[in-house]
């Protein structure tokens, strides 16, 4: 027995297997009895109507059949009861029933009766509307200020607000951008509807602006309203509020103010009658219905809200004044007055549970029993507690989660060819004259439970393609393998930005946990490149350091050898698919390394490839301490170009598609024209639209080329970007011997999207990360940490200031930054690197000289490659002599 449970003065359960939702009570004195005594109307999805007029019941027994005034079958579902001054020529009230295709308005009455069964009621057909669209909810008032009568709004489901002055229909108007309906109610105060559309945010119509619309033959905006004959419907204010609506309610206290109070899934708002918010509620569980009323206070207002936890709790504003217990979850609430007990409450279940009650509390009649005393043993206590400790110790060394089968119920490995396919699987490719190979990958899977529908993707970099890339697999039986096998080649003629492969497993366990697997796989350099002749001249250059002696390019490369000339191991020359050529150079002398090329992107893959053959080299001869390094100048110049390019075809993109959607909407306008004119039964002269109808096409057509001419260099554009980015991440991690957790960090920044799009680019979701790094862990003051950052991205009107912020991260790198998650971390970095590095500057004014300072340190840098590259470039001279 609950303490605060809600006292019951009368309830009832209606029908069988019927259903119920918050439209289908209301209260009111329905016969118009005139003794301030209301009635409780109920209606239900099965077409019943029911009229009660309740009366106090003792504990247990039940309702009496006089209390059930009328019960009639309307042989259509009841969507929603409402009461009010619905015929014309009275005043009287009158019951308005909804259905989903009808609107009726009944007249109730009762005749006294003679013998003891009571008085007779009975419902009259005023009127009715037959409705052309599926009706949702339905609102009443004195819209546009009348007065002494009720106007009736019906929303249908496809968003049409269709209003009635009573026998006769006024007109129809569509709420513009409608989605789904939402709750829907009449403000008197401001002669305004108010609803909550689909996209989560409350919105206010004036009545005015609806009967002056243009006329809603159909939802679609029409081209009159386009051309400005006709007047739009214009929302008068909006609030987005986040969230879907329940239900929404108002309420006026004083004649000069109301309050529009808002029930969502997770908050309660109040609002003002302008739509600014009042105050708001943060609900604790979820909400199944609501009724805000005035209070006895002065200016204050209570709600009773109902949530799915079978509680029914009263605010005061924001204050939980009672909360107590209902015997079923309500999905509708009202107050009235029932047998001059002011202040009822009534709720209704989705199931047909009617409940009558008032509020209060019962004493608790429990009495503890009394507790045998007895000595305790505090020798076994202490056994039983060392007893309990183990058990807990051994359990926390085995961990909260089973060790056991962790991948053990499905092993995933990847085997790629070593040689090419004997025939080429290429297919639509464009690369010229250049035979395109292909090679095999095998992906092989074992299980050890039964798993059903395991899902393999498998993922590569563009301009790679997969001759397959989806797969599933049912393994209906344990120890079962698997395998599939399918081709990779080069389709486009640049070059990608990995040759890593991703393999990704998909699968659900025996106990219904879902899993993921994912294995990734290298491909072949020679996929993508040929050998070739070295070039003396490259436009672009870097030179890579190390801690060993040279090793021979012929040992490293030896797929590459064949086209070298005269026994030179210290060079090697690649042409990529298609694209440019990459020169590779051995020092004789020093233990350096040199990459160089026409274009900058093109240098990375050969870069990566050299360092990482460099550290299997010398694993295999059990070298432990080869490092690599690099002390030349960043060339941020070369990647800025690379970025104001990227950029600029996304600007292209932008306008292309404005333009493209312009010369659509003027397509389809001379479409309409020319339509008109051909069903008007007097032909007229067409005027010459049917010549600036296929002018009009024919730019269309072209504006289509050139976009996808657009996207498609866009989507080059972004691959040699992430090429270049990953260059430059390379160089910075080996400039300052990053450890691989700063340049995860690195990555995480530089290289967030896998695809570029219009509506989320590269440049701002990098100029977000940077400038996160940068008032974080890279901080040079704690004003800085305390600077927000924008929480919605968009593109840039340029790329400076990316360019800005770029340029500073690896000032600040190289002053002795120090790349770091964790929060102890993020503290101003004061410490200095070796070689009379100054201090990060303290104000803000000498911010602005960040982009010299580096420009000078980057300079430096320069010249210490030009004077340290000169035994590499006297051998390449000595080869092509």
Known sequence: MSLFKARDWWSTVLGEKEEFDQG??????????????????VGS???????????????GDSAQPEDLLLEVHLREPILQVEVGKFVSGTEMLHLAVLHSRKLCVYAVSGTLGNVEHGNQYQVTLMYEHHLQRTACSMTYGPFGGVKGRDLICIQSVDGMLMVFEQESFAFGRFLPGSLLPGPLV???????????SSCRQVESYKYQVLAFATDADKKQETEQQKLGSGKRLIVDWTLNIGEQALDICIVSFSPSASSLFVLGERNLFCLKDNGQIRFMKKLDCSPSCFLP?????????????????????????????????????????????????????????????????????????????????????YDELDVEMKELQKIIKDFKSQGVWPTTEREDDLEVSVTVSPNFDSVSQAIDVELGTDLVPSITVKVTLQNRVV???????????????????????????????????????????YTPSELEGNAIVSYTRPTGIPRVIQCKFRLPLKLVCLPDQPSKTASHKLTIDTNKSPVSLLSLFPGFANQSEDDQVNVLGFRFLGGSRVTLLASKTSQRY??????????????????????E????????????????????????????????????????EELLSERAVQFRAIQRRLLTRFKDKTPAPLQHLDTLLDGTYKQVIALADTVEENQ?????????????????????????????????????????????????????????????????????????????????????????????????LCDRLAKGGRLCLSTDAAAPQTMVMPGGCTPIPESDQEEKSVEQDSTELFTNHRLLLEETARPEVSALQGVSE
């Open 24 to 41: 289908c009570l209301c209260l009111a004195d329905v016969d118009n009895s005139g003794n301030g005594q209301d009635k409780i109307i």
């Open 712 to 808: 498609d260099n866009l989507l080059q554009s972004f691959a040699r970007l992430k090429s270049a980015t990953h260059l430059v991440i390379l160089l910075i991690g080996l400039w300052q011997k990053l450890s691989a957790e700063q340049i995860a960090i690195l990555e995480a920044a530089f290289l967030p999207l896998q695809e570029d799009t219009q509506e989320l680019g590269w440049e701002e979701t990098v100029d977000a990360a940077i400038a996160h790094l940068l008032k974080t862990c890279l901080s040079k003051s704690s004003k800085e940490q305390a600077l927000n950052l924008s929480s919605q991205l968009s593109m840039p009107k340029d790329t400076s200031r990316l360019k800005k912020r770029i340029t500073l």
């Open 617 to 656: 080299h010398f694993e295999k001869q059990g070298t432990k301490d080869f490092a690599c390094s690099f002390s030349g100048s960043l060339p941020l110049q070369e990647y800025f170009e690379l970025i104001d390019h990227h950029f600029e075809l996304r600007i292209n993109g932008e306008k292309l």
């Open 293 to 377: 009323y005035c209070s006895v206070s002065e200016g204050t207002i209570n709600t009773l809200i109902g949530n799915h936890s079978s509680m029914l709790q009263i605010y005061q504003d924001v204050t939980l004044k009672w909360a107590t217990q209902l015997p079923h979850v309500p999905v509708a609430v009202r107050v009235g007055s029932l047998h001059d007990l002011k202040g009822v409450v009534v709720t209704l279940s989705d199931e047909g549970h009617l409940q009558c009650s008032y509020l209060g509390t019962d004493p608790s009649l429990f009495q503890a029993p009394i507790i045998e005393s007895r000595e305790l043993n």
């Open 451 to 493: 798993l059903q529908k395991a899902k393999l993707s498998v993922y590569v970099q563009p301009p790679l393609v997969l001759t397959c890339d989806q797969f599933t697999f049912e393994f209906m039986e344990p120890e079962m393998t698997s395998t599939v096998a399918f081709s990779v080649y080069l389709r486009r003629s």
């Open 186 to 196: 009449y403000s008197p105060r401001t002669d305004s509807f108010i609803t909550v």
């Open 45 to 59: 999805f099965m077409g019943y109507l029911r009229i009660f007029n309740p009366h106090p019941m003792k504990m």
């Open 594 to 615: 040199r990459i160089q090329s026409e274009e900058f992107e093109d240098l990375w893959l050969i870069t990566s490839e050299l360092i990482l053959r460099l550290k």
